[in-house]
Each structure stands twice: as structure tokens, then as C-alpha cells.
């Protein structure tokens, strides 16, 4: 494929954009060359400056759950930004998709929409603070929650150590009330609760994950959370940024059978608009502001458009719950064929997938953390994802992201995937 259109923009972007992107990923830096500039997308594919077309397995990093411009999405956002595009005041449709999510959604009674997903996570950590009036919060190696100061933590010297800042700009002061633990290590988190007794507002995790390919918790280990939490006077915070209304209509929540005490959304609740919102129980809700002491607030929150977008979007969830059994059955279909690719060509692997969320990692190892998925081979990964996108096939340009799949993709586009893959290796 010819990609001098799309070279020729990133080139013209870094000299006005850092880095000629808006999101680090977007840049290719994981996997070299130059990224494809969108012009259009319709569906399962989605259309480049040159003119090319891909299958999508990132559906802009989950939302798309239906495919790109879902027309009743397209139909309300559009209907909708006739009559005005903000107002900075109390609109009808924020309460219509409030309690058309809490009706979804096991263990949640209120909502509070905000812009993203990094603003939903980074307030629901300041509610669980300000709720147990205790500072330190447990995340995970892997896990990311946005860019928020508290979330950019890397490991310490051992189990029980703080963390550290992993990026310029974040204090050691911030770094100090965050633990970071490993995913899937129950003994690990529960040597940081001993050593912090007292002290945890929280445990936030991605109850399953996405930013390290896609990795699924081991049920002991995520019950041992919640019972710790528990004990420990402490909130579980589930980011489903990811998850939401993705692996069901009550989220992984439902899916897991783990009740958590603050869960936080984006991508499909927003229709693929920016839109992101945190939700609990009201005992926990009414600590936030204007009823209670802990403040937060957004000029856009609740904008008229990214509420008709989501309402348009989980209205359809809603009503055809078949949908998640379709998008499970196409994952499982597509892992079949991948793998029996990949064993035939000798290739080492491990293929994750819960729901419709799947990552290759090429591999011999069992990947179920950060350190089992960074030993992939990553020679391999570029090989791949350059190779599937000459073969007209978008992946994510990351080893360490999962693929989301959309219902509007076919089975021959899935049949198409699985024999790109075995033309590249």
C-alpha cells in the first residue's frame, strides 16, 4: 500500500503538534514508520488520506462497539447539535441516560458525567479519599487510568516500598500515596495492605486489562480483592472505561460476579464522543458535591451531544442484549484462526481474549501481568502489525494494547484477518 499522503501530514503535524499526535500511541514509536491519517470510516473499515481500507480491530480504542457511524448515533448527534452544542446548564437528556446506565449496571444507584476517562478515574479516586478520609490507593503494574499524577507510578524497591514518578512533572509528594502492586499477585497486594494498615482509601484496577494486551484476572484473586477492601474499610474502584457496556450490559461487574464500590466509564457510554463518568452507591454519591464536601466539576460535563450520542448508543445495548453474545462468538472465532495459524507456522504465542477484547503476545509464557506480557517478542509484533496493515488490517500499533472488536464486522473479514496473518508469517 502507498501511504504518501499520510507521511506527508505527519510531517506537517510535528511541526504544530508534539510529536505530530494528540495521544502518544497514535505516533507508530512502538512499532516504526509513519502513523495512517484517517479520512472516513463506515462500519468495520475505516478509510486513509490514500485511499486505502482497513479492517478495524481498534474501533477507536473500544467505543464503536457497533462499527464506525452508527446511524442512530449519527442520527441524535446530529438532531441534537441543531438545537445548540453546549450550555453549561441542566439538560433532560443527562438524567435519560443516568438512569438508563444505573438501571444497566449492578451496585450502582447515582452517576456524575465528566469528559474523559481520565477525569472519571482521577475523581473517583479523589470521592474514595474523601468517603474513607484516608489517602493511599493501591494500582497495578500495567494498569493505566489516564494520566492523572497518582496514576503515573512506577515500582518501588520491593513489595512494600512507594512507588516512584515514571513520568517529569509528577511530585514525589503525589507518588508517595500510591502502592503499586502486580496483577494476578493477591499475596502481593495483601503485604502492601499489612504494611499500610489503616491507611488504604482504595484499590483501583481494570477488572480486566487492556493496556498490557488484553490480560484476565483470576477470579480467587479478584474476590480476594474485594474481600480486603472489605475488611479493610477500603473501596474497590473498577476502571471500566474499557469494559463498560462492553463485556455486557452490566459491564465486568456482571461478567465477573465482583461487586465494586466505584466504577468508572467512557468509550461506549459516550458513543464514541468524548464523555467519561464515575458511578456508586448514593452513600458514596452524596459525598460529592453540591451535596457533600468533595468538589469536582467540568464546564462540558453532561454536553448535550456526547449524552444523545450515549443514549442513542446504550439504548441499543439495552434492547439487543444478543449483541455481546455476537461480539463474543466473533472473538472466539477469529482466536481459533489465529492460533491455528500461528501453531502450524511454529510461532510462539498466547492469545488472551475475554469477550470482545483479545491480544496475541508472542510468547511461550503465560501472560497474566505487566512482566509475563513485556517479555513478548517484539520483533515479531512489528513484523505482524506491519504485515497486517500491507494486507489491509488496522491493529493496535502497541504490543501492549488489546484489539476491540465492532459487531459490524463479518465473518469473511474475519476469515480475511486469518489469512493475512498466515500470509505474513
Not at 35 to 59: M, W
Not at 179 to 195: F, M, P, R, S, T
Not at 279 to 293: F, K
Not at 366 to 375: I, T
Request: aromatic share 10%.
Amino acid at each position: 500500500m502507498i501511504y504518501q499522503r499520510s507521511s506527508a501530514l505527519f510531517k506537517d503535524a510535528k511541526k504544530y503538534i508534539p510529536g505530530g499526535v494528540n495521544s502518544p500511541v497514535r505516533a507508530f514509536k512502538a512499532v516504526g514508520g509513519d502513523p495512517i491519517f484517517v479520512k472516513e470510516a463506515k462500519g468495520a473499515y475505516l478509510y486513509d488520506v490514500d485511499g486505502n481500507r482497513f479492517i478495524d480491530y481498534i474501533a477507536s480504542w473500544g467505543p464503536l462497539i457497533l462499527g464506525h457511524a452508527f446511524e442512530p448515533v449519527i442520527s441524535a448527534v446530529v438532531e441534537k447539535a441543531k438545537k445548540g452544542t453546549s450550555f453549561g446548564m441542566p439538560t433532560e437528556i443527562e438524567t435519560e441516560l443516568a438512569k438508563l446506565a444505573v438501571s444497566m449496571v449492578p451496585h450502582i444507584d447515582k452517576i456524575r458525567f465528566v469528559n474523559s476517562g481520565t477525569e472519571a478515574c482521577m475523581s473517583a479516586v479523589r470521592l474514595a479519599r474523601g468517603f474513607t478520609g484516608k489517602d493511599k490507593i493501591i494500582k497495578f503494574a500495567g494498569c493505566y487510568h489516564g494520566h492523572a499524577d497518582a496514576f503515573l507510578i512506577q515500582a518501588g524497591s520491593g513489595a512494600i516500598t512507594f512507588g516512584s514518578p515514571n513520568s517529569p512533572g509528577v511530585t514525589q509528594g503525589t507518588a508517595k500515596d500510591t502502592l503499586l502492586a502486580d496483577y494476578n499477585d493477591l499475596q502481593g497486594v495483601k503485604e502492601l495492605v499489612k504494611a499500610n494498615q489503616g491507611e488504604l482509601a482504595a484499590i483501583i484496577i481494570e477488572p480486566v486489562a487492556g493496556n498490557m494486551g488484553c490480560i484476565v484476572p483470576d477470579q480467587d484473586f479478584m474476590k480476594g480483592l474485594r474481600d480486603l477492601c472489605t475488611q479493610e474499610g477500603a473501596l474497590l474502584i473498577f476502571d471500566e472505561v474499557m469494559t463498560g457496556f462492553r463485556l455486557g450490559k452490566g459491564g465486568a461487574q456482571e461478567a465477573l460476579g465482583i461487586a465494586a464500590d466505584i466504577v468508572t466509564f467512557g468509550k461506549v457510554i459516550g458513543g464514541g464522543l468524548p464523555v467519561g463518568a464515575f458511578a456508586a452507591r448514593t452513600e458514596i454519591m452524596d459525598h460529592l458535591a453540591p451535596d457533600g464536601p468533595v468538589y469536582q466539576a467540568g464546564t462540558l460535563s453532561g454536553n448535550p451531544l456526547a449524552m444523545s450520542a450515549g443514549l442513542a448508543m446504550l439504548s441499543q445495548l439495552n434492547d439487543s442484549p444478543e449483541i455481546f453474545q455476537s461480539l463474543g462468538d466473533k472473538t472466539a472465532y477469529l482466536h481459533k484462526g489465529i492460533s491455528e495459524v500461528l501453531v502450524s507456522k511454529g510461532i510462539a504465542h498466547q492469545i488472551n481474549r475475554f469477550g470482545s477484547m483479545i491480544s496475541v503476545h508472542f510468547t511461550e509464557e503465560v501472560v497474566v501481568d505487566f512482566a509475563s506480557s513485556a517479555k513478548g517478542n517484539n520483533e515479531h509484533f512489528k513484523t505482524y502489525f506491519h504485515g497486517m496493515l500491507e494486507r489491509g488490517i488496522y491493529l493496535p500499533p502497541s504490543a501492549f494494547e488489546s484489539y476491540f472488536l465492532n459487531d459490524a464486522l463479518s465473518y469473511d473479514d474475519l476469515d480475511r484477518t486469518v489469512a493475512a496473518v498466515k500470509q505474513v508469517f
